[in-house]
């Protein structure tokens, strides 16, 4: 409930691509069509292929998160 009906869209593809074996649908790619259009679903799909292969670079060079989630860094101060 946390996230919109396009959101979730976008999140199950993100998964269905991402996965070891790619599991992406023609249903689920023409529903992303009926909802984003068709060169929606092509930004989309490039922004999450760029980010498998930033993440696979990052793999392979041994390259960790920062910390940048942990909340020891950019604290943002309370008002």
């Known amino acids: 409930p946390a996230f919109t009906r396009q959101e979730r869209l976008a999140i199950a593809y993100a998964d269905a691509m991402s996965a070891d ?3 992406v649908t023609d249903e689920q790619v023409a529903e992303l069509e009926r909802e984003f259009g068709r060169e929606g679903v ?3 799909t490039y922004q999450i292929a760029l ?3 930033r993440a696979r670079m990052n793999s ?3 390259i960790v998160d ?3 989630t ?4 950019c604290r943002v101060p309370l008002p």
């Open 21 to 23: 074996q790619v599991t």
């Open 42 to 44: 092509g930004e989309l």
């Open 51 to 53: 980010e498998n292969s």
């Open 60 to 62: 392979a060079l041994g």
């Open 66 to 68: 920062q910390g940048f």
């Open 70 to 73: 942990s909340g020891d860094a």
